[in-house]
């Protein structure tokens, strides 16, 4: 089939790949502007168009798709699909209408649940045992397209937002290839999505990194790992310095013991009463240095038993 993909991110990059691999005919990838990233501010390209330059694809990059030199473009590709996984920019009706089978999002959730910029993150720091992957039919609304296919994933406990990406990214992979086969096939079937059941998973904001104890045990952990390894959840030390959370586990879960923050044991790790149960933190990332073990930022720090995380 011939397709325009568009997508930026690694999460897109699973979804490139199994497209080449499937021997589709790739006419264009379409990405974000390069961007400048790291303490020198280095212009940096987007995974997918590294992916792309690596398999000798077109690569385009427009700041806009409003304008009459992106329609021409299009125009020139005349896809017969334009796959759409996590461009990062909405696309104008007359993009959405050009192409014969329509435009296809692959959507890292179970839709409607977590519509939105951060479904996957969401969906851990909610506490789901379930997530996975939709492929739709894209429309001017945000997610709200008719559904085409769908795919559970298991959420473990040990899960955190980087396994998760990876495993929705591999099923995505598949799943918008065995898209593309039911469009060809002319088997494919549109599910209407059920408003009512809808929820929206916002893009992650500062304060949703902001840990607070005064909770239980399992919903301090789910925040800790479902923003985990970026952008992390953080406190701050008796002292004020900002400390953010890699890795945390569930001690506790159910009698509490101590002041929500305090510090109830260094063996192991740091071990913090929360309003119900305990986590004991694993890794963090310290202000002004690099990742560790808990164990060893203990060692370099003077925290205490007793001292308090807020």
């Known amino acids: 089939m011939k397709i325009v993909f568009m997508g930026t991110p690694d999460f897109a990059v699973f979804s490139l790949l199994s497209l080449i691999e499937a021997g589709h005919e790739i006419t264009a990838v379409i990405t974000q502007p390069d961007k400048p990233k790291g303490r020198g501010y280095t212009l940096t390209p987007p995974p997918v168009k590294v992916c792309a330059a690596e398999h000798r694809l077109p690569v385009y990059q427009p700041t806009t798709l409003k304008d009459e030199a992106f329609m021409e473009l299009l125009r020139t590709l005349d896809p017969e699909v334009i796959v759409v996984v996590a461009y990062g920019k909405i696309l104008p009706e007359a993009v959405l209408r050009y192409p014969k089978h329509g435009c296809i999002n692959v959507h890292g959730s179970l839709l409607p649940e977590y519509r939105g910029a951060a479904p996957m993150q969401r969906a851990i720091i909610d506490g789901k045992a379930v997530t996975g992957v939709t492929t739709m039919y894209m429309d001017v609304g945000l997610d709200t397209g008719d559904m085409l296919l769908k795919e559970e994933v298991t959420i473990e406990d040990r899960d955190n937002f980087e396994s998760i990406h990876d495993k929705l990214g591999l099923c995505g992979a598949d799943l918008i290839v065995r898209t593309l086969a039911d469009l060809e096939a002319g088997t494919a079937k549109r599910i209407p999505q059920d408003g009512t059941l809808a929820t929206y998973a916002a893009k992650i904001t500062k304060e949703d990194c902001l840990l607070t104890f005064d909770t239980d045990a399992q919903t301090l952990h789910n925040r800790i790992r479902g923003l985990s390894p970026i952008p992390l959840a953080f406190t701050h030390t008796p002292d ?39 986590v004991t933190i694993l890794g963090v990332l310290p202000e002004g240095k690099s990742r560790m073990t808990a164990d060893a930022f203990v060692r370099g720090r003077k925290l205490q038993v007793g001292a308090l995380l807020q």
């Open 240 to 278: 004020g310095k900002l400390l953010k959370i890699t890795e945390a586990t569930v001690q506790e879960n159910g009698e509490t013991h101590g002041r929500p923050g305090e510090v109830l044991s260094l063996e192991g790790g740091i071990t913090v009463a929360c309003k119900q149960g305990s």
